[in-house]
């Protein structure tokens, strides 16, 4: 990979396509002077996608790095750790049968009326096959898009809501495998929230698909035949392997990602070995549509 030389502080290394950087000459142990993270703010509208390699932390170094992009976010559904309100281990344990956690395309808490901006991950114990995340742009997959289909979808909104996962009826609810991470099945997560279906960022002002199969139900106004072929054709193509980075983790290499333009997909494939990651979210804003933000 190049190495980006527009930085004074840091330097940021991107994937081929520019989703996607590694960033080093850094310690995010202690609080990042004003200008060093400015120019990680930078790299991350850039590349949407950011990890630091080999960056240990406790957490209350996790809990204050998280802090310099904002306020905590809003994680339901979860038991975080004891003391630590803001962190959620996701733990698998070598014999466990369960699916992973996270193990289909979404975009973090979508059914949120302000959805987390962004979502840190921190790597504590890595298996040695496997466990990769997906992260797919919906910049690029939005923008491929001919001028028609832009326009269909920038009038749309979609319908989202946590039931499919963490419904009365929903699939941790039906799950019969014992699990090491503590869930919470909830009444709550069958309530349902709008959102523009291209949702334009606050930073960059990009426009972006803002779909899921995980989180969206449908789409506002659309039959539920014609909603669920669009969702459907929308789903196959923000994931093409064009839009995908596949992300390899390392022990204490933390990741910061944008849930206002991507979604990721967590990778199986390490069964019998074990797997620990801290997780923290970002608090976000209501997203703006297209027409919202032209006004």
Not at 84 to 113: C, M, T, Y
Not at 161 to 169: H, I, M, N, V
Not at 255 to 261: I, V
Request: charge should be negative.
């Amino acid at each position: 990979m190049a190495v980006e030389n527009h930085y004074e502080y840091i330097r940021v290394q991107p994937q081929p396509h520019g989703f996607g950087a590694a960033i080093t000459g850094l310690s995010i142990a202690e609080p990042l002077p004003a200008p060093v993270l400015g120019e990680v703010k930078k790299a991350w509208a850039a590349h949407s996608v950011i990890c630091f390699p080999d960056q240990p932390l406790t957490h209350s170094q996790l809990e204050a790095f998280t802090r310099q992009f904002g306020e905590f976010g809003v994680d339901p559904y979860i038991v975080p750790m004891e003391g630590h309100p803001h962190i959620l281990e996701l733990r698998r344990e070598p014999d466990e049968k369960a699916v992973n956690f996270g193990a289909q395309w979404h975009s973090d808490w979508s059914f949120q009326e302000e959805p987390p901006a962004g979502t840190i991950l921190h790597a504590k114990v890595t298996p040695p096959v496997g466990g990769d995340t997906l992260y797919a742009d919906c910049y690029r997959a939005y923008e491929d898009m001919s001028d028609t289909m832009k326009r269909l979808l920038d009038g749309l909104v979609a319908i989202h809501s946590a039931s499919l996962p963490y419904g009365k009826e929903g699939l941790f609810a039906k799950e019969t495998e014992a699990r090491t991470m503590k869930i919470v099945v909830s009444e709550e997560a069958d309530k349902t929230w709008p959102h523009p279906l291209v949702r334009v960022h606050p930073v960059t002002r990009r426009r972006a698909l803002y779909v899921s199969p995980v989180y969206t139900l449908g789409i506002e106004g659309m039959t539920r035949g014609e909603s669920a072929a669009m969702l459907a054709y929308l789903y196959q193509h923000m994931v093409r392997d064009e839009y995908v980075y596949r992300h390899r983790w390392s022990p204490d290499m933390l990741t910061l990602w944008d849930n206002r333009c991507t979604v990721h997909n967590a990778d199986g494939g390490y069964d019998g070995h074990l797997r620990v990651m801290h997780r923290t979210t970002i608090a976000g804003e209501r997203p703006i549509g297209v027409s919202a933000a032209s006004a």
